[in-house]
């Protein structure tokens, strides 16, 4: 059979030719950089605009003094525990009454936002309180929020300061020092105003830059360093305080911007990127929420633990040879390979599980994997992310093809641990926020449903959360999971069951963590060459193959295993 070894490594920049050929369009990854930077340009022109006859400051660099001795190592990686909470960051714009544009608010509508906050029971904290929390696990009052304002208008002195002390809630000021004082377009707070509020705590004052260029992405590095490094310097030397928080102009950034910032000694920077705290990339890139969606962002919002979004972080143990077990639990017929090491691979289109297993290096057995569209061109395509041992990096489906997916298990897979997370659009999309979770991370991919979280089965309830439609249907089913002993399991059902009925059998199997996976007519397992279903599986884009010596102790299965049609 003549076709592309669908174990062969493609390099990235290959990958990237190929899929921009095949589609006419840009790659996702190339979608999300264009939309990102064409809303960040038109956001700094509506900005720059307002700004009137004002002209960048021309303020000379303050003098690199000598390094001194470096300060302490910050964490700047999210707990997974703070991941399970729902801690809006709310950004605003000037508060004036002279609405001009859809993101000035009016002091009347501000002061109709802290009523709001009030009577929704939430809390808000300071930017220090939710870095201890993230990185050190510091409590939190229940439904905690933060407030911050953006650019240093002169109305977040005149008209936000005196509700923010009427309400005795914190704030963050992010403040771009060439434009401390200036008066024309748009007036800013002067040095004096922003003296006062250092010293009087309520408000945190943090960077926004120099001069908040249109796109820091397109600076040199000495331009960058001095926008991030002498906005520091000059704040901290006007108010006598650390300034180590940051927030991008018009959230546009990339890795070197990240990596300039961390170096230069911030601990948190936000984004314009929507969603809460806990679905950010890292300390670097934290989420916000608009102050139109605040409606939103409060409903949703939650500062305790969350077991729906909790992550589990298994220690597996893949050195243990294959076994196969059939066995009956509870009416439901199971065939499962244990033990072994997975080792997913995504083929440049559909195979069958003998195809795959034969193209990886001591393949011995193979189930099912990740869920893909029926219908579409492009055959090797995945319902959300996927990184493949034989692609060897990311692929990220456009975030207009997520929206169902929340909450559905991303399984993660490194050398000596598996671990599964909640699904979501914010850091889950991105290779830096899976690797937060998982730095050695091999594989990736989505799961339909949990079936077994912790030793418990899920029911209805659990599984309706996700949208998976199919999940009471009458169907043969696939999984992957770890046994109580961290034994890797690949299985499959060989009657038809729905996904609860499956998750009550697997737990009173011993399971301790299961992943439905693509199931009906793509259900099968291959094992020792033969594939355990009866009828004619459906060839799938995605497989994962397990890699071990099978075990001389462990019975070959009983054939025939399953009757009629899938």
Known sequence: MERKQVHAKVPKETYRAMTQKKNGLLTPAGFLLFAAVAFGGGFSLCYWLLQASSQTVDVAPTPMEAPTDPEPAVTLTLRPQARTSRIPVIMYHDITPDKKVFFDVTPKKFRAHLESIRANGSTPITLDQLEAYLTQGEPLPPKPILLTFDDGYEGHFTEV?????????????YVHTAFVGSTAGRPHMTWAQLQQLASEDLVTIASHTVNHPADMNSLDPEQLRRELADAKQILEEKLGKPVVHLAYPAGIRNETVVAMAQELGYHTATTMDEGYVGTSAGLLELNRFGQSQLAEALAG????????????????????????????????????????????VHGDRR???????????????????????????????????????????????PLAETGGLSGRPLVMIGAEKIVIAPFNRG????????????PDVRDVFLGGTWLVRNGLPQGREQMLKVNLASYLEVRHRSFIGVYGDGRFVAGITHNRNSAPKLAEALAAAGIQEAVLMDSGASTDLVYRGQSLVSYEPRPVPHAIVVQAEINPAAPPPRLPLAQGRP
Do not use: C, H, W
């Open 351 to 397: 195979y069958n599980l003998k195809d795959y297993v034969l193209e990886v290096p001591t393949g011995a057995a193979a189930v099912t994997g990740g869920f893909f569209p029926l219908r579409g061109r492009d055959t090797s395509k995945m319902i959300g992310p996927v990184l493949a041992q034989n692609e060897e990096q990311l692929l990220a489906p």
């Open 301 to 344: 919002s939650s500062g305790e633990a969350d077991p729906d979004l909790a992550i589990s972080a298994l220690t597996a143990d893949f050195t243990k040879p294959l076994s196969y077990v059939q066995v009956t639990v509870n009416k439901v017929q199971l065939s499962m390979a244990l033990g072994g090491r997975p080792y997913t």
């Open 427 to 438: 850091y889950l999309m991105q290779e830096t926020g899976i690797r937060s979770l998982l």
């Open 161 to 173: 300061y005196p509700l923010l002390k009427e309400f005795n809630y914190p704030a963050v000021f």
